[in-house]
């Protein structure tokens, strides 16, 4: 059996921040255990990515106790911001680095020399979508055969309904500017005289001045009753959610893929999504043509285009339900996902 150790952020299993990145370092860990692999999980305290105090140290810690040459992926959450730590160890350990979110495309040329200097150091890097990969080849001109696509992958889920009027809205993210809860929100009041009710889910606490911001604006707007933002669910509380709801509505600004989207189309969910990053990779099509809508990020005006249509329009409801339903049989499982990050870590040099 093949030993592997993986080093990832210190909320991998809190409850209360519940993100797209400790999902998938989760699941890729329960399925490569079960597919014979002998996993060790290493929750690493601090701040990633933005490490303060001792965090670089408890990072030291952890690597130098894992014996010579052993094979370790670190998640990129960690991983690109800890060159000063992961480059004097690359000789000795087998490193893998998992990257969900590139941070070198802000733009910031220190955030951008230290996330290359560990990708050009790593043995191989995984990525969550093409659009990933293209990025990060752009960014740092990596060599091709060290890149591998994982996209995360989804559970059978059963297909939902919907309602006859497409009314009940769904939003899936973190509560932060990133996720466009400000471009929902406006959205939303332009289109108030139309029968809708939204549920947001997700954690309330990543950004506060946000949130109390968001709530602030839905009030102003008169939207009080309408708009329910549920905090973090429970995974039987989203699933629940899921199988009330007609259409998902991702308004994000910056995805590298959007599993919120893959789960929703896996109960044959619709979606009206900004056209992001990997988006449109997990939206994907069917025979029937894509399950969703996809509109530019940030513009209210799209989307509250995009709403009134799903709303509108019964015929447009139905089509986009058809290519939901035949999505679902033809997205990634964890299965899938873990054999490829196997396959990656295997092609590492020793």
């Known amino acids: ?10 909320d991998i299993h809190d409850p209360r921040r519940p993100s ?5 370092d989760r699941r890729v860990c329960e399925q490569l255990a079960a597919s ?22 408890a990072l030291a810690a952890v690597l130098d106790a894992i014996p010579n040459g052993s ?40 955030i951008r020399r230290r996330e290359g200097a560990v990708l050009a150091s790593a043995g191989a890097v995984v990525v969550t979508s093409e659009w ?20 995360p992958g989804v559970d059978a889920a059963p297909a939902v309904g919907g309602t006859e009027t497409g009314g009940e809205l769904l939003c899936v993210s973190t509560v932060t500017r990133a996720k466009g809860y400000d471009v929902l929100v406006d959205a939303l009041a332009s289109i108030a005289a139309l029968g809708w009710s939204s549920t947001c ?3 309330l606490d990543r950004d506060p001045g946000f949130t109390a911001a968001t709530r602030a604006a839905v009030a102003d707007a008169g939207l009080s009753g309408r708009v329910r933002f549920a905090g973090a669910c429970s995974d039987a509380e989203l699933e629940e959610l899921f199988r009330s709801a007609d259409v998902l509505v991702h308004p994000s600004r910056s995805e590298t893929y959007g599993m919120a989207v893959a789960e929703a189309l896996a109960h044959g969910l619709p979606v009206i999504a900004s056209d992001v990053g990997g988006v449109p990779e997990a939206i994907g099509s069917s025979p029937s043509g894509p399950p969703g809508l996809l509109v530019p990020p940030g513009d209210v005006s799209a989307l509250a285009r995009a709403l009134r249509s799903w709303l509108g329009d019964a015929d447009l409801r139905r089509r986009l339900r058809a290519a939901a339903a035949k999505r679902r ?7 899938h996902t873990a054999a490829t990050l196997a396959r990656a870590c295997e092609a590492a040099p020793p």
């Open 20 to 24: 797209g990145g400790n999902r998938y």
């Open 36 to 57: 014979g692999w002998i996993v060790m999980l290493h929750a690493t305290p601090g701040d990633w990515p933005h490490p303060a105090g001792d965090a670089g140290a």
């Open 1 to 10: 059996m093949t030993q592997l150790h993986l080093v990832v952020p210190a």
């Open 201 to 203: 889910v997700g954690s």
């Open 329 to 335: 049989s033809t997205l990634p499982s964890w299965s």
């Open 132 to 151: 990933s990969r293209t990025l990060l080849t752009e960014l740092y001109d990596l060599p091709a055969g060290r890149m591998h696509v994982a996209p």
């Open 71 to 110: 094979l370790v992926i670190v998640d990129g959450l960690i991983a690109s911001a800890a060159d000063t730590v992961l480059l004097p160890r690359a000789g000795r350990l087998r490193q893998v680095v998992l990257v969900h979110m590139p941070l070198g495309q802000d733009g910031d040329p220190e």
